[in-house]
């Protein structure tokens, strides 16, 4: 699956928040959006799923118009996942998990077998298992997030699209969630997500894409950050990306 965006413009009224993207996601890649507050990064997230109309240009899957699908069948190719929210209600998570298929089922229609199984699988994909039985509200907020991407994972989608998944998370739990997404998309699935980390970029894409003023400024591979001042024009100081002992990349500001 390939999502392909051509020339997207957006504005609010009359201030233009995205100026002529142009960004393709192909599958088992891990995409990451860097930039500051205003730069367009939430935007672009909700323009893919189709929650906002742009004024320009094209977002295809397979070379179909994302806009001519009807709700149910985008659903089928990609999942948005907003941040971190806490339940209104006490769900347990396998019930949480569950509400996923509803995109799959008819208006009157109760889930089945068939999603209970499902439900399953998603639990052992995501290693949830032992929170499964217990509360939204009894759990971290890391596994909180995993159960959100489980519950995508319900409809069939193979794009994940994740705004801000580590925001308000321990740097344990926002490890544990892009490390969890990086084995799916290990598995097939593609994920473009926003974050405010550039070093979570490092470590967990195939690809970082640099946003300033609502234009792409940089779409490229993270090693190809070394020695590029890309970042230090971002976020207007100095900083250095490195390469540790251990072969992983680091950001070293000044």
Do not use: C, F, P, Y
């Given at each position: 699956m390939t999502l392909e965006i051509k020339d997207l413009s957006f504005s609010y009224r009359d201030k233009q928040v995205l100026r002529s993207i142009n960004l393709s996601v192909k599958e088992g890649e891990m995409?990451?959006?860097?930039?500051?507050?205003?730069?367009?990064?939430?935007t672009l997230l909700r323009l893919i799923p189709g929650f906002l109309r742009s004024d320009s240009g094209s977002i295809t899957i397979d070379k179909r118009p994302v806009g001519e699908m009807k709700l149910r069948e985008r659903a089928g190719y990609m999942a948005y996942i907003p941040q971190i929210t806490r339940s209104v209600f006490p769900y347990s998570v396998r019930t949480s998990i569950l509400m996923g298929c509803s995109n799959r089922l008819s208006l009157m229609q109760a889930p089945g077998?068939?999603?209970?199984?499902?439900?399953?699988?998603?639990?052992?994909?995501?290693n949830l298992q032992e929170i499964a039985g217990r509360n939204m509200d009894n759990i971290s907020g890391g596994e909180r997030q995993l159960v959100l991407v489980a519950r995508a994972l319900m409809q069939d989608a193979r794009l994940l699209i994740l705004d801000e998944p580590t925001s308000f998370l321990d740097y344990s739990n926002q490890l544990l969630v892009l490390e969890k997404v990086g084995d799916l998309v290990r598995k097939g699935y593609s994920c473009i997500y926003s974050t405010h980390n550039p070093e979570l970029a490092l470590m967990h894409s195939s690809r970082v894409v640099a946003m300033a003023d609502g234009t792409i400024v940089y779409d490229d591979k993270p090693e190809n950050l070394m020695g590029n001042d890309v970042l230090s024009k971002l976020y207007g100081r100095t900083i250095s990306i490195v390469r540790t002992e251990k072969g992983s990349l680091a950001c070293i500001p000044e």
């Open positions: 995409i990451s959006l860097l930039g500051k507050n205003g730069a367009g990064k939430t077998k068939r999603e209970e199984e499902k439900v399953q699988q998603m639990i052992e994909l995501l």
